[in-house]
């Protein structure tokens, strides 16, 4: 049982180049998260979804897109790179909502670190 | 919208010393709380919650945080803490029975730095 896999792990892009943060799990979650962690800011929620075919702008969407045609998976593609996307980002899910122990409990990735340059 | 606000971003404390994080969340409806720890350079993970019942809840390695529903809060707290505690923590909320409680929303984070 795998949990949340994140990949790259690192990766250096130049300004205005596109590519693609992998995030799968396999616990068969509902919902999944982009996060973007940044000094001093906490998490920020960049988008998210609430089961296959189904996804939504959390508080800092711009610049970034995702897809959810699977349970599994939920990538994020960064379109044209700028230095204002240099940051740790992470994926994130859970089951689903209600007050059953667990089902609100997110289990992260352990993120990627991405450089704009 | 909810919003979390976490008023210390950075708390030093003497080894087995106590220790209060503190956090307030703001939502027009009834809330879930969370605090989450992050040890250096690895991912989040849940330390406690409160989704019902008891105001007061516990996590394994003795941090206790309580629900203040009048006051908003959800202050963390630990009566000795050891140098392994060293980490950023991290206050979330979900909004309960609306269309945001698929959002899970984070604070900016506390760094707890234990002194020897």
Known sequence: ?117 | AQSVTQLDSQVPVFEEAPVELRCNYSSSVSVYLFWYVQYPNQGLQLLLKYLSGSTLVESINGFEAEFNKSQTSFHLRKPSVHISDTAEYFCAVISRGNSSASKIIFGSGTRLSIRP
Not at chain 1, 66 to 71: A, K, M
Not at chain 1, 104 to 117: D, E, P
């Open chain 1, 1 to 117: 049982n795998a949990g949340v896999t994140q990949t790259p792990k690192f990766r250096i892009l130049k300004i205005g180049q596109s590519m693609t943060l992998q995030c799968t799990q396999d616990m068969n979650h509902n919902y999944m998260y982009w996060y973007r962690q940044d000094p001093g800011m906490g998490l920020k929620l960049i988008y998210y979804s609430v089961g296959a075919g189904i996804t939504d702008k959390g508080e800092v969407p711009n610049g970034y897109n995702v897809s959810r045609s699977t349970t599994e998976d939920f990538p994020l593609r960064l379109e044209l790179a700028a230095p204002s996307q240099t940051s740790v980002y992470f994926c994130a899910s859970r089951t689903g909502t209600g007050d059953a122990s667990g089902a609100n409990v997110l289990t992260f990735g352990a993120g990627s670190r991405l450089t704009v340059l």
